[in-house]
């Protein structure tokens, strides 16, 4: 399977505190993009990092990307309650004509 | 930004009977129409990738003939479930891409019960 690897599978943290997620694959991208899902709702899309992009910043949000590891960190800084959701990576593979092939995801829980 | 709607956000069905769910890109054409589907608290899982106009590719392990995809025009795509059993049961997503766009825009997904 293609499908890539994230942790942690679950994470707990205070509000203000950052939150860090990893996402590792298997093959060659072309992209890789985060997305955002609360409970029982659509995916919303976060951020895009090209291959040739090593970082990438959008508000409280980073992300890194490291071809030689094949890996990709989402940080999201100062979180608060609202950021409680669930964070999937998803990878466009090279050659797949762009399908995106979904992380297993990391659920972020963020308290008061 | 681009939206996409699905319709019906929720159904329930009796087992062994057929459903429809649309998915309809509101302000731009889709070239390009993917269907994931779900389990409770698991990754999405892509099902089949459709472009208008032409017959949908399936991935590995999906039966056509039970999902059936039509993609008819820029701006709908629709997925039957044909003979619908509990196992069915899911959250099922469609996203939509323009051409030349790397971006999948998602609609908001359709649970489907079967009873």
């Known amino acids: 399977s293609q499908q890539g690897e994230e942790d942690p599978q679950a994470l707990s943290i205070q509000e203000g505190e950052n939150a860090t997620m990893n996402c590792s694959y298997k093959t060659s991208i072309n992209n890789l993009q985060w997305y955002r899902q609360n409970s029982g709702r659509g995916l919303v899309h976060l951020i895009l990092?090209?291959?040739?992009?090593r970082e990438k910043h959008s508000g409280r949000l980073r992300v890194t990307l490291d071809t030689s590891k094949k890996s990709s960190s989402l940080l999201i800084t100062a979180s608060r309650a609202a950021d409680t959701a669930s964070y999937f990576c998803a990878t466009d593979f090279t050659g797949t004509a762009s399908k995106l092939t979904f992380g297993t995801g990391t659920r972020l829980q963020v308290t008061l | 930004g681009a939206v996409v709607s699905q319709h019906p956000s929720w159904v329930i069905c009796k087992s062994g009977t057929s459903v429809k769910i649309e998915c309809r890109s509101l302000d731009f054409q889709a070239t390009t129409m993917f269907w994931y589907r779900q389990f409770p608290k698991q990754s999405l899982m892509l099902m089949a990738t459709?472009?208008?106009?032409?017959?949908?590719?399936?991935e590995q392990g999906v039966e056509k003939d039970k999902f059936l995809i039509n993609h008819a025009s820029l701006t709908l795509s629709t997925l039957t479930v044909t003979s619908a059993h509990p196992e069915d049961s899911s959250f099922y997503i469609c996203?939509?891409?323009?051409?030349?766009?790397?971006?999948?825009?998602f609609g908001p997904g359709t649970r489907l019960t079967v009873t």
């Open positions: 996203s939509a891409r323009g051409s030349n766009s790397y971006e999948q825009y």
């Open positions: 459709s472009n208008e106009g032409s017959k949908a590719t399936y």
């Open positions: 990092i090209r291959s040739n992009e």
